[in-house]
């Protein structure tokens, strides 16, 4: 047993790297991977517990002062523009960053349709990302950059003051996704993405004062069979590619849950944390 010295930022360093089944950067980082999910956030958006979600989030960064008229944010890993343009609305100046060329098409479509003039965007690789300045509020959501602790200290850097981190917290149950899953690779799928509270612990092993809330949505998607497949075929090859016949035997699978409409209902039962980073609290 470990005792409470012994948990140093190192400790939390191997406890990462010794995580079982963690997906290389290449399989779970690179925009062609993502630029084939940014037609789906559609749908997602539609799902009252998605905006409940970004309501929690809004507020837990408003009760914070992490948003405000004299701040300049970063969002990144910022996707189909989720959660920039609320930004925009309250913030002095909004830089919105994404490796999917498909993502930021999006974000740019949203800018002229609202006419925002305080959204800058780039489409840029984090990895690669060259950091002109320091951001007030340094801002990720649901993005596998977080599945590295080297992520969290770059994300540290970057920011003058404030950090804020939404990301899972150990629960992800998806009774459709695990039967393909199941059937696909012949043994029962084991979530392992990075949890948040790792993070947590490891910024608390650093000597900052880390806040973190948690939030137990349960998604419903309701969606086209052939959307549903690609959905679950886009997870699956997270792994390895599927074959033709692997594709038509998750195709299979899934259409027995279709409806007359040739519609597929589904749940995911989920629990996310949001870590709310000031990094001078505490501080002499």
Not at 8 to 23: A, C, I, M, N
Not at 106 to 130: A, G, H, M, S, W
Request: glycine residues 4%.
């Amino acid at each position: 047993m470990n005792s409470h010295t012994d948990l140093t930022p190192q400790f939390w360093r191997d406890y990462v790297l010794s995580r079982k089944r963690s997906l290389a950067r290449k399989k779970v980082a690179t925009g062609k991977k993502w630029d084939q999910m940014a037609k789906h956030y559609h749908t997602f958006e539609e799902d009252e517990a998605f905006v409940a979600e970004q309501e929690w989030i809004k507020e837990g960064l408003l009760q914070r002062e992490m948003l405000g008229p004299n701040l300049d944010v970063v969002d990144m890993a910022c996707g189909p523009g989720t959660h920039c343009f609320t930004f925009a609305e309250l913030c002095r100046q909004v830089t919105a960053v994404d490796v999917s060329n498909k993502m930021i098409e999006q974000v740019r479509l949203r800018q002229d349709e609202k006419n925002v003039d305080n959204l800058t965007i780039e489409c840029q690789d984090f990895y690669d990302f060259q950091i002109p300045r320091q951001y007030d509020t340094v801002f990720v959501s649901m993005s596998p950059i977080l599945n590295e602790l080297d992520s969290v200290d770059q994300l540290l850097a970057m920011s003058n003051r404030y950090m804020a981190l939404i990301y899972w917290a150990g629960v992800r149950d998806n009774p459709l996704f695990q039967r393909c899953y199941q059937l696909i690779y012949e043994e029962d799928y084991q979530w392992d993405a990075m949890d948040v509270t790792t993070i947590f612990n490891y910024l608390n092993a650093l000597g900052y004062s880390p806040e973190i809330t948690y939030l137990h949505p349960v998604w419903k998607r309701h969606d086209t069979l052939a959307n549903t497949v690609e959905h679950m075929i886009w997870h699956l090859e997270f792994y390895r590619p599927l074959s033709e016949i692997e594709r038509k035997r998750v195709n299979d699978l899934v259409a027995l849950e279709a409806d007359a409409k040739g519609m597929v209902t589904y749940y995911t039962k989920v629990r996310k944390g949001a870590l709310f980073l000031d990094k001078e609290a505490g501080r002499l």
